[in-house]
T-cell receptor, first 113, second 113 residues
């Protein structure tokens, strides 16, 4: 396995609520990227954190926000949940070199009712 | 136009068959290229990186044509265990920064006994 862990594994929320998802990166990795994967689609890049700073962002609204901690673990926060936020949320860790392989955690499956 | 395009399939092939997947990408500045494999309800896992010179790993061969912005994956002697979705992935595409991975929607392979 990759050594990347995520919690929780599954989550059910209602529209308008807020959610926090967590990711622990592989030992020695200082970069965490978050992706959203809707059913039948490939993962879509949300943002990336490198040494506690946001280091790139995809086409997601500001209600998607994140943090990275000194131990390089990370959180993804989503406010004002919408039905379309239902998806698999994946985090991936790497050493931060531009062309380096990213290793994915098992994901958090979020259902918004 | 999608940044990374793949035929969604499904490709249904008998055991032992040879199958080829193709992928095109739109950003000529893309820097690195990968094939990931994703099993049902699991996270993507790196299958192989793709180099301009072409590379092979056992039954799998990947090719990159930068001039045509085209990537391929060839699987020889298909096994039942090869059944999965194959994701074409480009690093540095889409204006989200050099470190973001851009995924195609995936090609589903089903190997039949």
């Amino acid at each position: 396995e990759t050594g990347v862990t995520q919690s929780p594994t599954h989550l059910i929320k209602t529209r308008g609520q807020q959610v926090t998802l967590r990711c622990s990166s592989q030992s020695g990795h200082n970069t965490v990227s978050w992706y959203q994967q809707a059913l039948g689609q490939g993962p879509q890049f949300i943002f990336q954190y490198y040494r506690e700073e946001e280091n790139g962002r995809g086409n997601f609204p500001p209600r998607f926000s994140g943090l990275q901690f000194p131990n390089y673990s990370s959180e993804l926060n989503v406010n004002a949940l919408e039905l379309d936020d239902s998806a698999l949320y994946l985090c991936a860790s790497s050493l931060g070199q531009p062309q380096e392989t990213q290793y994915f955690g098992p994901g958090t499956r979020l259902l918004v009712l | 136009r999608k940044e990374v395009e793949q035929d969604p399939g499904p490709f249904n092939v008998p055991e032992g068959a040879t199958v080829a997947f193709n992928c095109t990408y739109s950003n000529s500045a893309s820097q690195s290229f990968f094939w990931y494999r994703q099993d049902c309800r699991k996270e993507p896992k790196l299958l192989m990186s793709v180099y301009s010179s072409g590379n092979e790993d056992g039954r799998f061969t990947a090719q990159l044509n930068r001039a045509s912005q085209y990537i391929s994956l060839l699987i020889r002697d298909s096994k039942l265990s090869d059944s999965a979705t194959y994701l074409c992935v480009v690093n540095g595409a889409g204006g989200t920064g050099r470190r973001a991975l851009t995924f195609g929607s995936g090609t589903r392979l089903q190997v039949q006994p």
